[in-house]
């Protein structure tokens, strides 16, 4: 080999060479950079289906990683019954007793006045005030008793992975969210990390260039670059999972298995305050597929109540009405206080934020999981299509090498 003429080239060519290794930083930089935004971006697919375009990997599979998330969720940090029994029933019902006492007092003038109309005015006021002060007097214990049995088998009534599920896959942007709010510092470690990489790797190439002048260097070393800086990249991002010395010389720990306790905070936080929020478990328990079971729950109590407290204006309502519609008139007040749970239950949102503590629960039990459980937060978001980033990543570095060997031969 003759080593004058190399030296010669790269005395006279030095721009050129000097240029590689920079021109290889940035295909480090640039594919992990489309690597991170493919993972997210566009929400909804983009292009002609089924082939001939794209969607971000979080939205195309949104159900799959709903589901993931869900499960790790439900299995390792949040358990329903457990987060349900702090609540305490009385202080609910001290909470909604303004507003209980309203809506006792308005169903109770539409239900005669829809079967009956005059009847309520017509009966002596004494009547009247009698009655509504029994049902006033009985409506914290009714809301109570509903809570506990609520509280004792939260199963019955919430489908937490139907609730977690379906909000994420409605709300693709909120799925996107909630990986990438957790992993921004692991997404800038791979866009960096590809700077370096890509430079070490254009160190290489410029000196099989230099010896070779072969037009299949640079875009071979190109698509190396590419695949493989993509994948070292997400390799180190979980890997190793507990710290490691190599070579004598540095310790090494994945991005994300070092950063657990910040993880915890912020990944505790979102769930906390966009996911399993009181107004979400409320619309879920009135309006998910285990709704049936508390509206019976909540009619059976109501219509017994309406028995006992009845008392003495019982028979004046039966004699008025008649017995079947006296029936019918206590099935048609339940089914009225059904209609205002929600109205009325969300006066205790504030209450009810403090005494879950979702957040406090998810970041305590989150510090508790092994490396591996830890590492099922975020691992699945990649997992499955990552070949497809690294794929790109590879094809893009391919095509910038092809480019630079046509400036340099032309």
Do not use: C
């Not at 390799?235 to 090494?252: A, N, Q, S």
């Amino acid at each position: 080999m003759n080593w004058q003429r190399v030296v010669a080239d790269l005395g006279t060519h030095w721009p050129v060479y000097a240029s590689m290794p920079l021109v290889a930083a940035l295909i480090g930089y640039v594919t992990k950079r489309v690597a991170i935004e493919m993972m997210f971006r566009p929400i909804e697919f983009v292009g002609i289906r089924p082939f001939l375009g794209w969607q971000g990997v979080l939205p195309a599979n949104a159900e799959r990683m709903a589901t993931t998330a869900t499960e790790m969720l439900i299995n390792n940090l949040v358990e329903p019954r457990e987060i349900f029994s702090r609540l305490d029933p009385a202080q609910v019902a001290k909470e909604i007793e303004e507003p209980m006492l309203r809506v006792v007092e308005d169903v109770t003038r539409e239900v005669f006045e829809q079967y009956r109309p005059g009847l309520w005015e017509g009966m002596p006021a004494r009547a009247r005030e009698l009655l509504l002060k029994r049902v006033r007097a009985d409506a914290p214990k009714l809301i109570t008793k509903i809570m506990r049995e609520i509280a004792y088998d939260i199963d019955s009534v919430l489908d937490l992975k139907h609730m977690v599920v379906t909000n994420l896959v409605r709300d693709k942007a909120l799925l996107n969210r909630l990986i990438r709010n957790i992993s921004r510092p692991e997404m800038r470690f791979i866009a960096r990390s590809g700077l370096v990489f890509g430079f070490t790797l254009g160190l290489v190439q410029l000196a099989v260039w230099a010896l070779t002048k072969s037009p299949v260097v640079l875009p071979l070393f190109g698509l190396g670059i590419g695949w493989l800086t993509d994948w070292l990249a997400l390799k180190m991002i979980f890997l190793p999972r507990e710290p490691r010395r190599f070579f004598g010389l540095y310790t090494w720990q994945g991005v994300f298995q070092k950063r657990r306790d910040q993880v915890a905070a912020d990944y505790g936080e979102m769930i906390a305050n966009e996911i399993i929020t009181v107004p979400n478990l409320l619309e879920a328990v009135l309006r998910g597929p285990k709704s049936d079971r508390l509206f019976q729950l909540i009619t059976r109590e109501v219509r017994r109540t309406i028995d006992e407290q009845a008392g003495l204006v019982k028979p004046l309502v039966v004699f008025a009405v008649g017995s079947r519609r006296f029936q019918e008139m206590k099935q048609v007040a339940a089914a009225k206080a059904v209609e205002r749970v929600h109205d009325t239950v969300r006066h205790a949102e504030d209450y009810a934020v403090n005494a879950l503590d979702v957040r406090n629960t998810i970041v305590d039990r989150m510090r508790q999981l092994t490396p591996i459980e830890f590492e099922g937060l975020l691992r699945p978001a990649f997992r499955q299509d990552e070949w497809k980033l690294i794929a790109v990543g590879a094809v893009i570095g391919g095509l910038v090498g092809e480019l630079q060997v046509l400036l340099m031969l032309h």
